[in-house]
């Protein structure tokens, strides 16, 4: 008998975990529906994900890795402003335009996709 298994965002939205987890349940039988509910469309077709380490070997397992490569938007700086800090701390990218995004460090944003 086959499982039926529906992955629901709940109206807070599941991100990239709801599509990932329905990826690898249907990879073990399961039929799977994911569903996600706002209340309007995105007019602007999404924003940003910055993807640390394991996401890219994660992505790379899946076999998606060149297509989230080839939609990075080449973030290479992030700056934080945490609430009572005296002053902003930041994080620069040491890869230079011409790494991978699967070769940076673990340490932070591997890709801005």
Known sequence: MLMR?????????AGVAGP????WLTRQGFAVT??????ALRKTG????????????ISAKMGVLPRVEE???GTSRMTLHPEGA??????TSPRSSAT??????????TSGC
């Open 100 to 109: 991978s995004p699967a070769s940076a460090p673990s340490s932070g944003p």
């Open 46 to 57: 999404g924003h940003a994900v910055d993807l640390f380490r394991p996401a890219m070997n």
């Open 20 to 23: 990932v987890l329905a990826y």
């Open 34 to 39: 994911v569903v996600e509910r706002a209340p």
């Open 71 to 73: 939609r990075a938007t």
């Open 86 to 91: 005296r002053r902003p701390s930041g994080w």
């Open 5 to 13: 298994i529906l992955v629901s965002g709940a109206g807070a939205g």
